[in-house]
């Protein structure tokens, strides 16, 4: 069977296709053959070495897939058979809240990810997808779309009639636009490009605000929001947009910490959060039951994730390195 792994040291070009033994399903478990895989900014940082410099190598890499159900072991059913699932990104977290024992169970690092031929999982730690979706969408659900509707839904409380304020245009943050306009919210979305910003207008933002031509695009979020501030903000950024993002949401608003894409240490003055009561919550993906609320909603409302570029699945490295140069708009996917 083949897999891509990255051994003998971090980075893009020490990934490689090898040959590995087929998984066989044991008790409890199903084995899927992989049909796409999608890649996130976490997988580049994983892959070179800068996420945890002591992952344990060899590792196969990436996180989030989709497969079809081949082979189900004692006590599953089944049904289960030919089933398109994916698995979630961390397997012993189903429900409830994280701890420390769960979150060492993530998918891609430190266990072994996606991006084999064949993968044995528990059925207890899969998600069946909507059949509307293609595999190369469905492969884009388990960290992206699950993070975005953590953020806002599970945790943010987005209701109709709020706005929220997106950070760019890659995964999170169109998940996140298309979350919050299927929940009746107002979207606000930022940007380098203008081209970017009338192509997430075309998805249903409200408004679109060019960073670099505006760089106090806070205060200009709080104006178009109503002169208020906005009601939640989606940051991707990190600590170089953290003060930006202070300026842009309301007193008592939310700000949901998901990404470290400008850097992970600033110095930041603390005021706003303290006297404008501002709620700061990371977001570290979500639980199985989230990932399934999270797949009725998108089967009711026919919503499609929005894909930028496929690639094959043995140029996972190009893949990367395509989404490490920033300019996706959507996810960056693999079909196997």
């Not at 509307?132 to 469905?138: Q, W």
């Not at 178009?224 to 906005?230: F, I, M, Y």
């Not at 303290?274 to 990932?291: A, I, K, P, S």
Request: glycine letters at 14%.
């Amino acid at each position: 069977m083949k897999s891509v792994v990255v051994s003998g040291g971090f980075g893009l070009d020490r990934l490689a296709v090898v040959d590995v033994e087929a998984p066989v399903a044991g008790r409890g478990q199903v084995v899927l053959r992989m049909l796409a895989a999608s890649v996130n900014y976490r997988d580049l940082l994983m892959v070179t070495g800068r996420y945890n410099p002591r992952q344990p190598l060899p590792l196969v890499p990436l996180s989030d897939g989709v497969g079809e159900v081949v082979e189900v072991g004692e006590g599953v059913d089944e049904s289960w058979l030919g089933r398109r699932v994916c698995p979630i990104f961390v397997q012993g977290w189903h429900s409830g809240e994280p701890t420390r024992d769960k979150l060492k169970t993530t998918l891609g690092g430190p266990l072994d990810g996606v991006l084999r031929v064949l993968m044995a999982v528990p059925v207890a730690s899969v998600v069946e997808v909507p059949a509307h979706l293609t595999d190369v969408e469905a492969a884009s659900l388990p960290c992206a779309a699950v993070t975005a509707w953590s953020a806002l839904v599970e945790q943010g409380g987005v209701r109709a009639g709020d706005v929220v304020l997106v950070q760019g245009t890659g995964g999170v943050s169109m998940f996140a636009l298309q979350f919050a306009r299927m929940h009746g919210a107002r979207v606000i979305v930022t940007s380098s490009r203008d081209e970017k910003l009338e192509r997430a207008v075309g998805l249903g933002a409200e408004a679109g605000i060019n960073y670099v031509k505006e760089p106090r695009w806070g205060r200009a979020a709080a104006k178009l929001a109503g002169g208020e501030g906005v009601d939640h903000v989606v940051e991707v950024g990190g600590a170089g947009t953290l003060a930006e993002s202070l300026a842009a949401v309301r007193v008592g608003g939310h700000l949901s910490m998901i990404g470290v894409l400008s850097g992970t240490a600033e110095r930041l003055d603390l005021i706003p959060i303290l006297m404008r009561n501002v709620r700061v919550q990371g977001v570290l993906v979500g639980h199985r039951e989230g990932f399934e609320r999270m797949v009725r909603a998108i089967g009711a409302h026919g919503m499609r994730p929005v894909v930028d570029r496929v690639f094959g699945w043995t140029e996972v490295g190009e893949a990367l390195a395509y989404l490490g140069a920033g300019g996706h708009f959507g996810k960056v996917c693999v079909r196997f």
